[in-house]
C-alpha cells in the first residue's frame, strides 16, 4: 500500500541554523510533491511545489529537492527564526488529480 | 488564489445525533475535498465533492456516515450523522483550481462527540 513517511514527529533547532526535514514515500509514482505548514487551530497552508521531473525548487529562505530514484524529498528552511514554528507536512499527488495524500507531519520548533 | 470560510469552527455533539459543517469558497474552484485529521495525526482524505452529483468516498468512508452535498462551484457540506465519539476529529474542507495545483484549506472545524 501506499505510505509516506515524515522523518520525525517533532524537531528542535537553534535560531540562525538550516532545519532540514525528510518525506520518504513507497508503492507512489507521485506527479508532483507539495509541502504545506500548519499552525495549531488552523487549516494547512501551502509552501511549495516541485514536480516529478524537477530536482529542486526556492522560495526565499526554503528550498525543497525531490530525488525519485530515492524516493524522497528534503524540506530546507535556511536562517531559521522562532516564527518558523509550526508542523510541515508533505503531501503526493498523481497525474491530474488535486486529491493529496499527506505525510503524517514533522513539528518543528526553532528555538531562540 | 481562494480563501475558504468553514463553519461551525468547533460544536461538541451528543452522540447519535448529525452535524452539518458548511465550507464556502470566496471563487469558483474545480475541486472540492473534504478531509478528516484526528488529534496529532495527518490528514485523511474523506471525498472529492463533486458538483451536481453524488460524492465520490474514499476507503473506509461511505456515504451514509458522511453525506456530502455541493450545489454549486463554490459551496459544499459535510454531514457527519449519526455520531458516536470515534468520530471525534478536526474536519477540514479544500479546495483547488483547474489552472492551479496547490491546494486552499479552510481554517477546520473541530467536532467532539461526548
Known amino acids: 500500500s501506499q505510505k509516506i513517511e515524515q522523518n520525525s514527529e517533532a524537531l528542535n533547532i537553534q535560531e540562525g541554523k538550516t532545519a532540514t526535514l525528510t518525506c520518504n514515500y513507497t508503492?507512489?509514482?507521485?506527479?508532483?510533491l507539495q509541502w504545506y505548514r500548519q499552525d495549531p487551530g488552523r487549516g494547512p497552508v501551502f509552501l511549495l511545489l516541485?514536480?516529478?521531473?524537477?530536482k529542486e525548487k526556492r522560495k526565499e529562505r526554503l528550498k525543497v529537492t525531490f530525488d525519485t530514484t530515492l524516493k524522497q524529498s528534503l524540506f530546507h528552511i535556511t536562517a531559521s527564526q522562532p516564527a518558523d514554528s509550526a508542523t510541515y507536512l508533505c503531501?503526493?499527488?498523481?497525474?491530474?488529480?488535486?486529491?493529496?495524500?499527506f505525510g503524517s507531519g514533522t513539528q518543528l520548533t526553532v528555538l531562540p | 488564489s481562494a480563501v475558504i470560510s468553514q463553519k461551525p469552527s468547533r460544536d461538541i455533539c451528543q452522540r447519535g445525533t448529525s452535524l452539518t459543517i458548511q465550507c464556502q469558497v470566496d471563487?469558483?474552484?474545480?475541486?472540492m475535498f473534504w478531509y478528516r485529521q484526528q488529534p496529532g495525526q495527518s490528514l485523511t482524505l474523506i471525498a472529492t465533492?463533486?458538483?451536481?452529483?453524488?460524492?465520490?468516498?474514499e476507503s473506509g468512508f461511505v456515504i451514509d456516515k458522511f453525506p456530502i452535498s455541493r450545489p454549486n462551484l463554490t459551496f459544499s457540506t459535510l454531514t457527519v450523522s449519526n455520531m458516536s465519539p470515534e468520530d471525534s476529529s478536526i474536519y477540514l474542507c479544500?479546495?483547488?483550481?483547474?489552472?492551479?495545483?496547490?491546494?486552499?484549506f479552510g481554517q477546520g472545524t473541530r467536532l467532539t462527540v461526548v
Open positions: 479544500s479546495a483547488g483550481t483547474a489552472q492551479g495545483t496547490e491546494a486552499f
Open positions: 508503492n507512489y509514482s507521485p506527479a508532483y
Open positions: 516541485i514536480r516529478e521531473n524537477e
Open positions: 503531501a503526493l499527488a498523481s497525474g491530474s488529480a488535486r486529491q493529496l495524500t
Open positions: 471563487s469558483q474552484v474545480t475541486m
Open positions: 465533492a463533486n458538483q451536481g452529483s453524488e460524492a465520490t468516498y
